[in-house]
């Protein structure tokens, strides 16, 4: 079964610094990947995803992620936060196999930006 | 513009009671998702519907039904049975026909709280 680790639950940065969130997912196979942003009280918004190719990803917002076969790791990076990128991170797998495309997610990883 | 509705935005259920929560969506997608989400638990999966007139439990779905009756609409009804039905409720959408089939867009979720 897939399943995904964010091992940080929250994270303060001040604004202007870089920032790296964790993600480690559990798949036999290459997944697929993604990174979802929810402001409090909101859905998720999609911010960058990797299918295939080219490892280093590129998203909304400034974001990137690199996928580390070797590490099983999908890291969300920006190099320098705005207060605006409060929020809550979820990362999650998505399945190749069969046609229902479930996705399961990470536990969230709560950022906090100082002034 | 397109999108994914959730109402109402948020919900109260009394002891015994069954309640529904409204998912409709103008893109067009062919699958729909439902989800639960816990803080610190990340976002579960409730029932799922890849086409009309059919749909798949989740995860948790004791507790829970669902009707896919129209394309654009996917329902979820909390019953009685459902003893800790206290969450944020989020719907998805899914386009099965496109390179981005994988990708799945949320609704803005429903909070439900027991009186």
């Known amino acids: 079964a897939q399943s995904v680790t964010q091992p940080d639950i929250h994270i303060t940065v001040s604004e202007g610094a870089s920032l790296e969130l964790r993600c480690n997912y559990s798949?036999?196979?290459?997944?697929?990947l993604f990174w979802y942003v929810q402001s409090p009280g909101q859905g998720l918004q999609l911010l960058l995803k990797?299918?295939?190719?080219?490892?280093l990803v590129q998203g909304i917002k400034g974001f990137e992620a690199e996928f580390k076969r070797s590490q099983s790791s999908f890291n969300l990076r920006k190099p320098s936060v705005h207060w605006s990128d409060a929020a809550e991170y979820f990362c999650?797998?998505?399945?190749?196999?069969?046609?229902?495309?479930?996705?399961?997610f990470g536990t969230g990883t709560r950022l906090q930006v100082t002034l | 513009d397109g999108g994914i509705t959730q109402s109402p935005k948020y919900l109260f259920r009394k002891e015994g009671q069954n309640v529904t929560l409204s998912c409709e969506q103008n893109?067009?997608?062919?699958?729909m998702y439902w989800y639960r989400q816990d803080p610190g638990q990340g976002l579960r999966l409730i029932y799922y519907?890849?086409?009309?007139?059919?749909?798949q439990k989740g995860d948790i779905a004791e507790g829970y039904s669902v009707s896919r009756e129209k394309k654009e609409s996917f329902p979820l009804t909390v019953t009685s049975a459902q003893k800790n039905p206290t969450a944020f409720y989020l719907c998805?959408?899914?386009?099965?026909?496109?390179?981005?089939?994988?990708?799945?867009?949320f609704g803005a979720g429903t909070r439900l709280s027991v009186l």
């Open positions: 893109l067009n997608h062919d699958a």
């Open positions: 519907s890849q086409i009309v007139n059919d749909f």
């Open positions: 998805a959408s899914r386009d099965t026909g496109t390179l981005a089939k994988n990708i799945q867009y």
């Open positions: 798949y036999g196979a290459t997944p697929y």
């Open positions: 999650a797998v998505g399945s190749r196999t069969g046609t229902a495309s479930k996705l399961t």
């Open positions: 990797y299918f295939s190719g080219d490892t």
